[in-house]
């Protein structure tokens, strides 16, 4: 299976070295024999149809900052040059998420379909702002679109809905989808001030380097466009969302919460509404975690409410996911 990687920063870099430890055990189990034929980033590019090597990858990466040295000739070749001219079964589209016309991501990907790739994404922009005619761009050019790390990262969480639970109803769900709020509001109930809160987050690397797309809500509702569509069957883009950040809670809202035996979090909840908004919730919920953690409830007609829980991201852990859907995709494409 040849694959075209598009962005090597963290999560791509994790998944290069996934693959490389894995290999072995991936063809036992599984007859899969991934190879990445071509990887590019913001500077060029690096290709060789027969697998790059990703160990040299990423010690280029390191030395010059980008992949464009791998070859030893500068190699400035685009993305888009290298989407419609190489050959591939899979795409992997993990550039960074833009939440204002989603390229060059979506670009990246309508090429790949169009061109008969299946897709694997853990960029949320193009799925947050176009979500419903993406599918159906799929669907047209009979390829697979896979996203399990665009939520949760690591933790299953649109695997468990959409496998765990089938054969229910979903009739609603609330959840944490933004583990850097989540991380801040912690501290804020242990008595940080916001601005402190914000500065240890930014610290310890949990900030995006834009602040707005945790701090505003952007983020979780991204996440909450994904999961409606994919769970629900809705047809919603981000414009659909209601959103409120955590900018204006203060200390004394957050005492008042502590008060009542409660904690604010910053919650993404679809039910007659698609809503992210800082709620005040028990601190007995299941949905009451604390510090960088994800979680979320699902309420179905016959089974009632259940919880998943687990870290929301994180380079080896998003790179797990794409294991799985590359893993989904191949027991798919074999069926047919």
């Not at 947050?128 to 159906?136: G, R, T, V």
């Not at 919880?307 to 991201?313: C, K, V």
Request: hydrophobic letters at 40%; glycine letters at 8%.
């Amino acid at each position: 299976m040849r694959i075209i990687l598009c962005g090597f920063g963290v999560v791509g870099q994790s998944f290069a070295k996934l693959l490389e430890s894995r290999s072995e055990d991936l063809y036992a189990r599984y007859g899969l024999k991934p190879r990445i034929v071509c990887v590019f980033d913001r500077k060029g590019s690096a290709n060789d149809p027969s697998g790059l090597d990703t160990s040299k990858l990423i010690d280029v990466k390191k030395k010059y900052g980008s992949v464009n040295r791998y070859s030893g000739a500068f190699d400035n070749t685009s993305g888009t040059q290298n989407i419609n001219n190489l050959e591939a079964e899979v795409l992997i589209e993990a550039t960074e998420s833009n939440y204002k016309d989603a390229e060059p991501g979506m670009t990246h990907i309508i090429d790949a379909m169009k061109r008969g790739m299946h897709v694997i994404s853990v960029n949320k922009g193009p799925l947050a702002l176009a979500f419903p005619s993406l599918m159906e761009l799929a669907d047209y050019n009979r390829v697979l679109f896979r996203f399990s790390g665009t939520v949760g990262g690591g933790t299953p969480i649109l695997d468990f809905a959409k496998n765990s639970l089938r054969g229910e109803r979903i009739v609603s769900f609330d959840g944490i989808l933004n583990g850097t709020t989540n991380y801040i509001l912690t501290n804020m109930a242990d008595g940080m001030s916001f601005d402190d809160a914000l500065d240890d987050a930014k610290k310890k690397g949990y900030v995006e380097a834009d602040e707005s797309l945790d701090l505003d809500g952007l983020d979780a509702a991204a996440k909450l466009v994904i999961l409606a569509n994919w769970i629900m069957g809705m047809k919603v883009t981000m414009p659909d969302i209601k959103r409120t950040g955590i900018r204006n809670v203060d200390s004394d809202e957050i005492k008042h919460a502590t008060e009542k035996n409660c904690a604010i979090k910053l919650i993404a909840s679809c039910n007659k509404e698609l809503i992210v908004a800082p709620k005040a919730i028990a601190a007995d919920d299941p949905l009451c975690v604390s510090g960088t953690l994800n979680a979320i409830s699902f309420t179905s007609e016959q089974s009632g409410t259940q919880t998943i829980i687990g870290r929301g991201a994180g380079g080896i852990e998003t790179a797990s996911s794409i294991l799985r859907d590359l893993i989904d995709i191949r027991n798919e494409s074999t069926k047919t």
